[in-house]
């Protein structure tokens, strides 16, 4: 009686499929790219944020030095005499403070002088206040200009009257302090230099020129 021989197989997956080693490595590769993809997004988001913040600082967090200056300017009862040097009048003016920057600009209490050839002709108090954020706060004042306080005799000052036209200049500088973001203080003072002319005959301001 012949001998039975018994063949032994491999089992078969439950599904009837068997992966090739070709597969194996194609989803190896797929995860691997996945990752890849992964960390270029989170490299990109860094970068972006780096951009992102470089900019809030050089704009939004960089603190400017506000301005002050002088508006549309006009005279009232404006008299004067050559022969005996001399000029009285009432400057009607508005100062400007101007805040350039991404948070509020608070002052203290400043004065503007008004000087002829360097001397005192007339101040003006400016009030504590403050100037908002990209904005201006603008002041209307009333200040008197005469030249009680000049020496009695002036050439130049006869000359100027005499030829029709009186320079004047004006100088203030105002503290205070930027506030960004409602946690960063920064000081500044804000500084200004004027130029007035008048027109003697016409009794009007002919020119003002602030830096």
């Not at 194996?24 to 913040?53: N, T």
């Not at 030249?147 to 009186?166: I, K, Q, Y």
Request: aromatic content about 8%; some cysteine.
């Amino acid at each position: 009686m012949a001998e039975r021989t018994h063949q032994s197989y491999p089992l078969a997956p439950a599904n009837g499929y068997t992966r090739s080693d070709g597969e194996s490595l194609s989803e190896d590769e797929l995860k691997r790219k996945k990752r890849i993809k992964c960390f270029a997004y989170i490299g990109i988001f860094i970068v972006f944020q780096i951009a992102v913040m470089t900019v809030f600082g050089l704009t939004i967090m960089k603190v400017k030095t506000p301005k002050v200056r002088l508006g549309t300017s006009t005279l009232t009862d404006f008299t004067s005499s050559d022969t005996a040097p001399s000029f009285d009048t009432t400057f009607n003016t508005q100062i400007r403070v101007k805040n350039t920057n991404w948070g509020p600009y608070k002052f203290d209490q400043g004065v503007v002088t008004f000087m002829y050839q360097g001397m005192p002709v007339g101040t003006v108090v400016v009030p504590k206040g403050k100037a908002g954020m990209r904005g201006t706060k603008k002041i209307n004042v009333n200040v008197r200009l005469n030249t009680a306080a000049l020496p009695r005799s002036s050439s130049t000052l006869s000359t100027e009257l005499s030829g029709g036209v009186l320079t004047l200049t004006s100088e203030a500088k105002l503290t205070g302090k930027v506030e960004l973001m409602l946690i960063m203080k920064k000081k500044k003072s804000a500084s200004m230099n004027c130029t007035i002319q008048i027109d003697v005959s016409g009794k009007t301001v002919k020119s003002l020129e602030c830096k």
